[in-house]
């Protein structure tokens, strides 16, 4: 009987993929990715999930496939991409990483599918029908390809914005285009009637980039406390957000930057560029050759399959960021900017920010935002993270603690360029901590999700099992007398939709919160549940609430709060009933594990409480 060898991913039409489930007698069916697995499951079609052809050796070579690609595909066009001293595909570096890895891990996967399956036809229902025929012609195998309407795009494509239009919550995910389109109007009439347009006359400003107010309001009124002049360059979320927000923006005196204001000054140069750029991407796409070499697995290219969508995220971003250096330069030109403080230096509009920056003398600080992993497995990826493991671009860091800095050191970064200032985002979780020790009921879970950094951190395999651990938190939660799961998505637009989508198909009744404030979530829960030791350990811990990490991936067990005790780590699931009745009911394990908690908090971060204050301090004490 002929074998048949389906390949399915996301976007798939299915009543074309059951058609074509009739015409075979004898099939195996493969699905590419997370989504296609689960719509399978849905439909109960039997099914392989196509990753676990991959050894440990096959994800060692995507991972070192993908960070080659991205230093060095563009290196031929360096001098015809470089604007303004500025080579603009290194600004995408970050978002490219993860677009190219899970590019490349999916060639890696067909390949390997189509070398071990002995097949008459391959149906393909992906965006690799060319680099499949290719294999295909090779075997001499018959294919027949489906265009599926689902393209993998940028990290930040979308852009989710949650509010409440009175106590109904609100979610939008809005594409770039629409959300510049919206927010240009709507900030300058904002700016207009709240009086948030900066003064040009004003010496010596502070520019903030991509800080939440309502997760640094103590850090603005610090500024306002010490009259420090401060602008708010918020270029991928809004700055208002909510009535709350407003209340913060004005009661700070803060003022917002409208890049938009500059257009006028140099429209006729940006449309040059462009056009410029235009002609450039051109030349760029039509060498074939040059990329054909950097996207192959072993001899077969799959560069036609990924060629339309990466040259449209190239000529998209690209071209923003031409808009917005010429935006910037107007800024840096006009205002006087004596600093600039970022924390995630490597997106793509911080990055614009630090290096026009730069042009100008201005210096770059970057706060740090979140918890460091320690796991070395991190280490080569590191560059695309804005870890410490490799060289940062901006020129200081001010960091939580002494643990920091000395792994800073570590990686042999200067001393006196590692400044520690504490968490000003905690301020509030400390000062809030004794508000409410009672026992409400609540257990508040934390959702991550696969990040999709490592070859091995994409797959399906990963998700599934993160989903699998939440099922079994459900179960055991639902089993305990007076207790009331609640469920908390990470803020990423990618792993908010998993969750929910989860959750939905778990039980539609468990409460979602996506617009309330995370230390107020805390402080009305008993206990945090969370994975890898995810930053919301540390928000948890500062507010005296004991937490369970669920560890899916064996780098979190090299987790310096892990080896402290200060989390109760689990890493078989099957222990987590056993855990959580522990911390619930056995008060003396509970002070035990709070005492570690404690003890590893007063080590890993400084200043609880006034983080805010310190850390404008340490930056003010920076010469300009």
């Not at 280490?379 to 490799?390: A, E, N, V």
């Not at 099992?465 to 305990?480: C, F, G, M, R, T």
């Not at 979190?556 to 959580?580: M, R, T, W, Y």
């Amino acid at each position: 009987m002929s074998n048949v060898i389906f390949l399915i991913q996301n976007g798939i039409d299915f009543s074309k993929l059951e058609n074509e489930i009739k015409k075979a007698s004898s099939y195996t069916i493969y699905s590419l990715d997370y989504e296609s697995h689960k719509l399978l499951e849905e439909k109960k079609i039997a099914h392989k999930i196509g990753e676990d052809v991959l050894t440990v050796t096959d994800f060692d070579k995507i991972d070192s496939h993908s960070i080659n690609c991205i230093k060095n595909c563009f290196d031929s066009y360096k001098e015809i991409l470089t604007f303004q001293d500025i080579f603009l595909p290194e600004l995408l570096e970050h978002e490219l990483f993860h677009y190219l890895n899970f590019q490349i891990f999916t060639a890696y996967v067909i390949l390997k599918i189509l070398e071990n399956e002995k097949a008459s036809l391959v149906t393909d229902f992906t965006n690799f029908g060319d680099y499949i025929k290719k294999i295909t012609s090779y075997k001499k195998i018959k294919h027949t390809h489906f265009v599926i309407t689902k393209n993998i795009g940028l990290y930040h494509d979308n852009v989710r914005v949650n509010f409440n239009l009175a106590k109904i919550p609100v979610n939008l995910e809005l594409s770039r285009k629409t959300f510049s389109r919206i927010k240009n109007p709507i900030q300058k009439l904002t700016n207009e009637i709240y009086n948030l347009e900066p003064n040009p006359k004003n010496k010596k400003n502070i520019l903030l980039v991509s800080f939440d107010p309502l997760q640094y309001e103590e850090m603005l009124m610090e500024f306002k406390k010490k009259n420090i002049n401060f602008l708010l360059l918020n270029l991928r979320k809004p700055a208002i957000t909510n009535k709350k927000s407003l209340n913060i923006i004005k009661n700070s005196k803060a003022k917002i930057v409208d890049l938009s204001k500059f257009t006028k000054y140099v429209k006729s140069d940006i449309l040059t560029a462009q056009k410029r750029l235009e002609v450039v991407i051109q030349d760029i796409f039509n060498d074939d050759l040059s990329f054909e070499k950097h996207f192959s697995a072993d001899k077969f290219s799959f560069w036609p399959s990924i060629k339309k969508s990466f040259r449209k995220i190239c000529e998209s971003r690209f071209t923003e960021s031409i808009q917005r250096i010429y935006l910037l330069d107007q800024l840096f030109a006009k205002f006087d900017i004596s600093k600039i403080l970022q924390w995630a230096e490597v997106g793509q509009e911080e990055k614009e920010c630090i290096l026009v920056g730069k042009k100008f003398n201005v210096p770059s600080f970057m706060l740090q935002h979140g918890r460091y992993q320690n796991s070395k497995k991190w280490d080569k990826f590191s560059h695309f993270l804005g870890r410490f493991p490799t060289p940062l671009l901006s020129d200081k860091q001010i960091v939580w603690g002494e643990m920091t800095k000395e792994y800073a050191l570590s990686y042999k970064h200067l001393a006196n360029n590692v400044l520690v200032g504490g968490s000003p985002r905690h301020d509030k979780f400390f000062n809030s901590s004794s508000l409410n020790n009672k026992k409400s009921g609540i257990i508040l879970l934390a959702t991550t999700g696969t990040h999709y950094i490592s070859a091995d951190s994409c797959t399906t395999g990963s998700q599934i099992k993160h989903d699998e651990y939440i099922k079994e938190v459900y179960k055991i939660a639902k089993s305990l007398p007076g207790k009331k799961l609640i469920v908390k998505p990470h803020p990423s637009p990618i792993l908010t939709k998993l969750a929910e989508n989860l959750i939905n198909e778990i039980d539609p009744s468990i409460r979602i919160i996506k617009n309330v404030e995370l230390h107020k979530l805390i402080n009305d829960s008993e206990v945090l549940i969370t994975f890898n030791n995810s930053t919301t350990t540390l928000d948890a811990i500062s507010m005296n609430k004991p937490v369970i990490s669920l560890q899916t991936d064996s780098y979190a067990n090299d987790d310096d709060i892990v080896k402290a005790g200060a989390v109760l780590s689990i890493s078989d699931i099957k222990n987590f009933e056993n855990g959580i009745k522990k911390i619930l009911y056995d008060n003396d394990f509970k002070k035990k594990l709070m005492e570690k908690s404690n003890l590893f908090l007063q080590k890993y971060m400084k200043n609880h409480g006034h983080a805010s204050e310190s850390v404008v301090e340490v930056l003010m004490s920076q010469r300009s």
